[in-house]
């Protein structure tokens, strides 16, 4: 017997499958507004329109480092991103309404980074709820999400639909 979804299920799913018109071959993050029950908006991340993604101009990959808790000692590791793309959370922020944002809550695939959580914490925007782990802001973003008072919660049971997650190169 297969039974109903539940609406953190059925939205995280919309979340999901808006990841799969990403073009950037390095991440597939995927947002959507949602107000009570009701659907707002749906986001990807991606390059302004009119301009070449990554798909076809190659991601714009940026170096950085990065300080990393390995066994408990703090080590310096490089790490590679991607700038072309404007992220899932801001192009939800972009089409959306202040109005439609006010105590809504957002869904998306992966904990925003500290960008998108600071402009999302002066949203409107009341409860966030995402997937995947993305621990180098974490520590940041809870703080935030904490002094702001917004729930800001981690579906760890959940698993994607069947074809649509993507690899994500480090
Ligand atoms: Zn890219
Ligand atoms: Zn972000």
Same mark, same amino acid.
């Given at each position: ?25 390095? @991440?597939?993050?995927?947002? +959507?507004? %949602? ?7 749906? $986001?990807?991340?991606? &390059?302004?329109? /009119? ?49 439609? @944002?006010?105590?809504?809550? +957002?869904? %998306? ?7 998108? $959580?600071?402009?999302? &914490?002066?949203? /409107? ?46």
């Amino acid at each position: 017997m297969t039974s109903r979804k539940d609406w953190d299920t059925y939205f995280m799913d919309i979340a999901y499958m808006a990841s799969t018109r990403s073009q950037c071959s390095r @991440r597939h993050v995927g947002a +959507v507004l %949602v107000q009570g029950k009701k659907l707002l908006g749906t $986001a990807y991340n991606g &390059a302004p329109m /009119g301009i070449p993604d990554c798909l076809e101009a190659g991601c714009m990959l940026v170096e950085e480092i990065e300080l990393k808790l390995q066994d408990g000692k703090e080590e310096l590791v490089r790490k590679q991103r991607c700038i072309r793309t404007i992220h899932a959370e801001q192009n939800l922020l972009l089409f959306t309404d202040r109005e439609d @944002r006010e105590g809504s809550t +957002v869904y %998306v695939t992966d904990q925003p980074c500290w960008t998108c $959580a600071n402009m999302l &914490a002066n949203s /409107g925007i009341t409860e966030i709820v995402y997937h995947r782990a993305y621990p180098k802001d974490s520590d940041k973003v809870i703080d935030l999400m904490t002094h702001r008072g917004m729930i800001f919660r981690c579906m760890e049971a959940y698993e994607p639909p069947h074809g649509v997650i993507m690899e994500v190169s480090n």
